[in-house]
Antibody, heavy 120, light 107 residues
Framework: QVHLQESGPRLVKPSQTLSLTCTVS??????????WSWIRQLPGKGLEWIGY???????HYNPSLKSRLLMSIDTSENQFSLSLNSVTAADTAMYFC????????????WGQGTMVIVSS | DIQMTQSPSSLSASVGDTVSITCRAS??????LNWYQQNAGEAPKLLIH???SLQSAVPSRFSGSGSGTDFTLTISSLQPEDFATYYC?????????FGQGTRVEIK
């Protein structure tokens, strides 16, 4: 059974960098069959796709976040990560990692999510 | 970005009812439309991809239809576990975008 689990600090100060890691078990991130994605949900609001990374390291980001975003993948640890710099209160959200089936593009497996609060 | 608009924002229904949720795209997304179910405090769950293809292990009372700009999710014979929030998502043009959600509540 495939399982995704987010980890990282729950509280980040404004202007600092939000860093999260998604650990995958039961499947390999070193697979060309999937993209590995991040999605966030602002409190009480809808869902926003952040971006994805492929096993080769190729990334595709939401343009609204692109200038502050960096994703990486560690195939040896079977993890992928998100870094979002210069955060503000507007980045306070539940952050989910997810597996994208690629063909078609759809998120078929999700982590449970981790709530990140940006506050001093 | 393609804007996705769902209607209604919420609805009340009883167990056994059939309900429909509509999703409209600001431009054609062909059939690149997915539906998710989210229970409070949980991650979304993929129900339908490609407008009408039922995801593995999803009950057949869920169905999707539409193409272009107008799509519908139908839940036949509503069950207690179906009371949740539903989101549509387009994957035709990046950035992938979601609708604002439709909350299905118990009447």
């Amino acid at each position: 059974q495939v399982h995704l689990q987010e980890s990282g600090p729950r509280l980040v100060k404004p202007s600092q960098t939000l860093s999260l890691t998604c650990t995958v078990s039961g499947a390999s991130v070193n697979s060309g069959s999937y993209y590995w994605s991040w999605i966030r949900q602002l409190p009480g609001k809808g869902l926003e796709w952040i971006g994805y990374i492929y096993y080769s390291g190729v990334t595709h980001y939401n343009p609204s976040l692109k200038s502050r975003l960096l994703m990486s993948i560690d195939t040896s640890e079977n993890q992928f990560s998100l870094s979002l710099n210069s955060v503000t209160a507007a980045d306070t959200a539940m952050y989910f990692c997810a597996r994208d089936m690629r063909a078609p593009t759809a998120f078929d497996l999700w982590g449970q999510g981790t709530m990140v609060i940006v506050s001093s | 970005d393609i804007q996705m608009t769902q209607s209604p924002s919420s609805l009340s229904a009883s167990v056994g009812d059939t309900v429909s949720i509509t999703c409209r795209a600001s431009q054609s997304v062909n059939y690149y439309l997915n539906w998710y179910q989210q229970n409070a405090g949980e991650a979304p769950k993929l129900l339908i991809h490609s407008a009408s293809s039922l995801q593995s292990a999803v009950p057949s009372r869920f169905s999707g239809s539409g193409s272009g700009t107008d799509f519908t999710l139908t839940i036949s014979s509503l069950q207690p576990e179906d009371f949740a929030t539903y989101y549509c998502q387009q994957t035709y043009s990046s950035p992938w975008t979601f609708g604002q959600g439709t909350r299905v509540e118990i009447k």
